[in-house]
């Protein structure tokens, strides 16, 4: 098995999910003690949650190309950045390092394929539902139709995200607003939706949703440890 390199801490609330989900999945290929060959770099959220809300990208991707490196350096094989938003800079983390680095979209978009689904909604961040790092890479890689909700409706997911799950706080009110705006963009066609927060699946689940739920924390752990037992 390759030594699995976590760039986590964004939130550490969701790479605890990270670290669960890789260990599950490596035990269930592997049976009795085993578990995954993994480390992890944890980043100071305030610091990077700064930089993403002042517009300073490169600074925040200096920030995460040396937790790149870092992990590289202490033998990881394969890197996963255990958040959807900072892939904005993961060009940039990529060419600071010689081991691939497994972008979390592609693992979604590649899912969500192989599901038959063509027309997919997408809940994150404001920054990963507004800008086009992010749906672009499933439109233009991947051919999906990518429906985002309204703006009434991201800045809701974005402050929820950012006031609430990432401290720890799950609330009914604020599950139920994310099943109104899911089911909102299932009357606009949407076929399945997206999580395209790392933290968005500690809110909603499968029984939430009247299609499938693609929750991009469980895909692209999964995809790493298909990665490392390849």
């Given at each position: 098995m390759?030594?699995?390199g976590?760039?986590?801490?964004?939130?550490?609330?969701?790479?605890i999910?990270y670290?669960?989900?890789?260990?599950?999945a490596?035990?269930?290929?592997?049976?009795?003690?085993?578990?995954?060959?993994?480390?992890?770099?944890?980043?100071?959220?305030?610091?990077?949650?700064?930089?993403?809300?002042h517009?300073r990208?490169e600074?925040?991707?200096?920030?995460l190309?040396?937790?790149?490196?870092a992990l590289?350096?202490g033998?990881?094989?394969?890197?996963?950045?255990?958040?959807?938003?900072m892939?904005?800079?993961?060009?940039?983390?990529?060419a600071?390092?010689?081991?691939?680095?497994?972008?979390?979209?592609?693992?979604?978009?590649?899912?969500?394929r192989a599901?038959?689904?063509?027309?997919v909604?997408?809940?994150g961040?404001?920054?990963t539902?507004?800008?086009?790092?992010?749906?672009?890479?499933?439109?233009?890689?991947?051919?999906?139709?990518v429906?985002?909700p309204?703006?009434?409706?991201?800045?809701?997911?974005?402050?929820?995200?950012?006031?609430?799950?990432?401290?720890?706080?799950?609330?009914p009110?604020?599950?139920a607003r994310?099943?109104?705006?899911?089911?909102n963009l299932?009357?606009q066609?949407a076929e399945g939706?997206?999580?395209?927060?790392?933290?968005?699946g500690?809110?909603?689940?499968?029984?939430?949703s009247?299609?499938?739920?693609?929750?991009?924390?469980?895909?692209?752990?999964?995809?790493?440890?298909?990665?490392?037992?390849?």
């Amino acid at each position: 098995m390759k030594v699995i390199g976590l760039i986590g801490g964004m939130s550490w609330e969701s790479s605890i999910e990270y670290y669960r989900l890789i260990n599950e999945a490596t035990r269930a290929r592997l049976g009795g003690l085993h578990s995954a060959k993994s480390l992890m770099v944890s980043v100071d959220f305030a610091e990077i949650e700064r930089l993403q809300h002042h517009g300073r990208w490169e600074d925040a991707a200096r920030m995460l190309t040396a937790a790149a490196a870092a992990l590289e350096s202490g033998g990881a094989e394969v890197l996963v950045l255990c958040t959807n938003t900072m892939h904005k800079v993961a060009e940039e983390i990529q060419a600071g390092v010689s081991i691939p680095l497994l972008h979390i979209a592609d693992a979604a978009a590649q899912r969500v394929r192989a599901s038959g689904i063509r027309t997919v909604g997408l809940l994150g961040t404001r920054f990963t539902m507004e800008e086009d790092f992010y749906t672009s890479r499933l439109s233009n890689t991947y051919g999906l139709n990518v429906k985002i909700p309204d703006a009434g409706a991201r800045q809701a997911i974005h402050r929820i995200i950012y006031d609430e799950l990432v401290v720890g706080k799950v609330r009914p009110q604020s599950k139920a607003r994310y099943v109104g705006i899911i089911e909102n963009l299932v009357r606009q066609g949407a076929e399945g939706v997206i999580l395209g927060c790392t933290e968005i699946g500690l809110l909603v689940h499968a029984e939430d949703s009247p299609v499938p739920l693609f929750d991009t924390t469980r895909i692209h752990a999964e995809a790493a440890v298909e990665y490392a037992f390849a």
